[in-house]
C-alpha cells in the first residue's frame, strides 16, 4: 500500500474551514431572504398604490356626489315642504263649511205660521266640526207650541239625512202676548228659540305614538 | 464535527443579524404599508354605501322635481289667486262688488283680526266682518251659495240674520269670513 503524504493539509483544511463559515452562510441566507422580502415588499407595494388609486376614484366621487346630494336633500326638503302646504290647501278647500245648503233646508222646513226673526251660526273646531245654530222666532196657529214643536222635529229630520250628530232643542218656548192675523183670522202667537247642533268632517286622526326605547 | 468557539460567535451574530433583518422588515416596512392597505380599504369601503346613498337621493330628489308640478299644482292656484298688495286694500272692494254683482247694494267688510297657520307656512289668515244691513232672505242665499262657490281661500264661520222691525220682506245680515292670503 503506496502512502500518501498530503502535504497541503493545513490549507485544504483552511478552505474547508472557510467554505462553511457560519457568518457567510448567514449572509447569504440573510441575502436569500432579503430578496424574498423585497419581492413580496414589491408585490405589497404595488398591491398598495393599486389600492390607492381606487380609493382615489372612490374619494372623487364621493367628493363629486356630495354636495350635489346635499343640495338635493335641500331641495327635497324644500319641495315636501310645498307639497305638504298644498295638500293643507286642498284639505282645507275641502273641508269648509257650506252654509249655503243649510240655509236652503232650513229655508224648507220653516212652514209659512212661523216667522224666523233671527238665525245666528257659528262653525267651529277643526276635523270633526261643530256647528252652532240658534233660530228664534215667532209661530202662531190655533196652537202655536205644536207648530214650534213641528218646526224643531222639521229641522231636525231635515238635516240629519246631511250632517252627524243633529239635535234640535227649544232654548225657549212661551205664549206671545200679542195675536197674529193669519188667513183672515186672528191667531194665537208663542216665541221660541231653538238651539240647533251638528258636526262635520272626519275626526283628527292622532299623531303616531312615542315608542319607548 | 466539532464547533469552534469563534464559529459559535459568528452563528450566534449571523442568528441575531437574522432576526434583525426579520423584525426590521416585518415592523417596518411591511407592518406599516399594511397597515396603510388596511385603512385604505376600510376607507374605501365606507365611501360605497354613502355613494349609494348620495346617489339615490339625487335620483329621488330627480323624482321629486319632476312630480313637483303635479304636487304642487294646488299651491300655485291658490298663489295666483291671491291679489298682491295688502289685504285690507283690496278684500272690501272685492266683496262689495261681489254682493254688487248679487243685487246687495250695500256691503260693507272690515277687518276683525288675523292669525298665522303653522301648517301652511307662507300663508296667514285674516278675519273678516260683512255686514249687509239689507237684505232679502232668498237672494241673501244664493250669494252666499255664489260666495262659497267662486272663493274657494274664503270660509264663512260665522252668520247672523235678523229681521229687520221696519221692513218685514228685508233683513239685516252679518257674516264672518275667514281668508287666506300670503304672508
Same mark, same amino acid.
Given at each position: 500500500?503506496?502512502?500518501?503524504?498530503?502535504?497541503?493539509?493545513?490549507?485544504?483544511?483552511?478552505?474547508?474551514?472557510?467554505?462553511?463559515?457560519?457568518? $457567510?452562510?448567514?449572509?447569504?441566507?440573510?441575502?436569500?431572504?432579503?430578496?424574498?422580502?423585497?419581492?413580496?415588499?414589491?408585490?405589497?407595494?404595488?398591491?398598495?398604490?393599486?389600492?390607492?388609486?381606487?380609493?382615489?376614484?372612490?374619494?372623487?366621487?364621493?367628493?363629486?356626489?356630495?354636495?350635489?346630494?346635499?343640495?338635493?336633500?335641500?331641495?327635497?326638503?324644500?319641495?315636501?315642504?310645498?307639497?305638504?302646504?298644498? =295638500?293643507?290647501?286642498?284639505?282645507?278647500?275641502?273641508?269648509?263649511?257650506?252654509?249655503?245648503?243649510?240655509?236652503?233646508?232650513?229655508?224648507?222646513?220653516?212652514?209659512?205660521?212661523?216667522?224666523? +226673526?233671527?238665525?245666528?251660526?257659528?262653525?267651529?273646531?277643526?276635523?270633526?266640526?261643530?256647528? =252652532?245654530?240658534?233660530?228664534?222666532?215667532?209661530? =202662531?196657529?190655533?196652537?202655536?207650541?205644536?207648530?214650534?214643536?213641528?218646526?224643531?222635529?222639521?229641522?231636525?229630520?231635515?238635516?240629519?239625512?246631511?250632517? $252627524?250628530?243633529?239635535?234640535?232643542?227649544?232654548?225657549?218656548?212661551?205664549?206671545?202676548?200679542? +195675536?197674529?192675523?193669519?188667513?183672515?183670522?186672528?191667531?194665537?202667537?208663542?216665541?221660541?228659540?231653538?238651539?240647533?247642533?251638528?258636526?262635520?268632517?272626519?275626526?283628527?286622526? =292622532?299623531?303616531?305614538?312615542?315608542?319607548?326605547? | 464535527?466539532?464547533?469552534?468557539?469563534?464559529?459559535?460567535?459568528?452563528?450566534?451574530?449571523?442568528? #441575531?443579524?437574522? #432576526?434583525?433583518?426579520?423584525?426590521?422588515?416585518?415592523?417596518?416596512?411591511?407592518?406599516? #404599508?399594511?397597515?396603510?392597505?388596511?385603512?385604505?380599504?376600510?376607507?374605501? !369601503?365606507?365611501?360605497? %354605501?354613502?355613494?349609494? !346613498?348620495?346617489? *339615490?337621493?339625487?335620483?329621488?330628489? /330627480?323624482?321629486?322635481?319632476?312630480?313637483?308640478?303635479? @304636487?304642487?299644482? %294646488?299651491?300655485?292656484?291658490?298663489?295666483?289667486?291671491?291679489?298682491?298688495?295688502? %289685504?285690507?286694500?283690496?278684500?272690501?272692494?272685492?266683496?262689495?262688488?261681489?254682493?254688487?254683482?248679487? !243685487?246687495?247694494?250695500?256691503?260693507?267688510?272690515?277687518?276683525?283680526?288675523?292669525?298665522?297657520?303653522?301648517?301652511?307656512?307662507?300663508?296667514?289668515?285674516? *278675519?273678516?266682518?260683512?255686514?249687509?244691513?239689507?237684505?232679502?232672505?232668498?237672494?241673501?242665499?244664493?250669494?252666499? *251659495?255664489?260666495?262659497? !262657490?267662486?272663493?274657494? #281661500?274664503?270660509?264663512?264661520?260665522?252668520?247672523?240674520?235678523?229681521?229687520?222691525?221696519? @221692513?218685514?220682506?228685508?233683513? /239685516?245680515?252679518?257674516?264672518?269670513?275667514?281668508?287666506?292670503?300670503?304672508?
Amino acid at each position: 500500500m503506496a502512502l500518501r503524504l498530503n502535504l497541503y493539509h493545513e490549507v485544504l483544511k483552511a478552505k474547508a474551514l472557510k467554505r462553511r463559515d457560519p457568518l $457567510k452562510i448567514s449572509v447569504y441566507g440573510i441575502s436569500g431572504l432579503l430578496a424574498c422580502f423585497a419581492f413580496y415588499y414589491f408585490f405589497q407595494l404595488v398591491r398598495m398604490h393599486s389600492i390607492s388609486e381606487q380609493y382615489g376614484k372612490v374619494k372623487w366621487e364621493f367628493d363629486q356626489l356630495e354636495p350635489q346630494a346635499k343640495a338635493a336633500k335641500k331641495k327635497e326638503e324644500e319641495l315636501n315642504q310645498l307639497a305638504s302646504a298644498s =295638500a293643507q290647501v286642498v284639505k282645507r278647500i275641502e273641508g269648509r263649511f257650506y252654509w249655503a245648503p243649510l240655509l236652503a233646508e232650513l229655508s224648507q222646513a220653516v212652514p209659512r205660521e212661523v216667522q224666523i +226673526t233671527r238665525l245666528g251660526g257659528e262653525i267651529t273646531g277643526d276635523g270633526l266640526r261643530r256647528c =252652532a245654530l240658534q233660530v228664534d222666532g215667532l209661530a =202662531a196657529g190655533t196652537d202655536p207650541r205644536r207648530v214650534a214643536e213641528d218646526l224643531r222635529t222639521a229641522i231636525a229630520d231635515k238635516l240629519s239625512p246631511k250632517y $252627524k250628530n243633529v239635535t234640535s232643542t227649544f232654548k225657549t218656548l212661551e205664549d206671545g202676548s200679542e +195675536t197674529v192675523m193669519l188667513d183672515g183670522k186672528p191667531v194665537n202667537t208663542a216665541t221660541f228659540a231653538i238651539t240647533v247642533q251638528l258636526y262635520v268632517g272626519e275626526e283628527k286622526k =292622532a299623531g303616531p305614538s312615542r315608542v319607548k326605547k | 464535527m466539532k464547533l469552534g468557539k469563534e464559529e459559535i460567535q459568528k452563528i450566534v451574530l449571523g442568528g #441575531l443579524l437574522m #432576526l434583525g433583518v426579520i423584525y426590521s422588515y416585518f415592523d417596518l416596512l411591511l407592518g406599516p #404599508l399594511t397597515k396603510r392597505a388596511e385603512q385604505t380599504q376600510v376607507s374605501i !369601503n365606507a365611501l360605497g %354605501p354613502e355613494i349609494a !346613498n348620495a346617489k *339615490a337621493q339625487i335620483a329621488k330628489s /330627480h323624482q321629486m322635481e319632476a312630480d313637483a308640478p303635479k @304636487d304642487t299644482l %294646488p299651491m300655485r292656484q291658490v298663489e295666483a289667486m291671491i291679489p298682491e298688495g295688502a %289685504p285690507v286694500a283690496w278684500f272690501p272692494t272685492r266683496m262689495t262688488e261681489f254682493f254688487k254683482k248679487q !243685487n246687495i247694494d250695500k256691503a260693507s267688510t272690515r277687518m276683525t283680526g288675523e292669525s298665522v297657520d303653522k301648517d301652511m307656512p307662507g300663508f296667514r289668515r285674516i *278675519a273678516w266682518g260683512v255686514d249687509l244691513p239689507k237684505v232679502e232672505f232668498v237672494p241673501f242665499g244664493q250669494a252666499v *251659495a255664489a260666495l262659497e !262657490n267662486e272663493e274657494p #281661500l274664503l270660509e264663512i264661520s260665522a252668520m247672523q240674520i235678523d229681521s229687520s222691525r221696519d @221692513d218685514v220682506e228685508m233683513q /239685516h245680515a252679518f257674516l264672518t269670513v275667514n281668508n287666506l292670503v300670503k304672508q
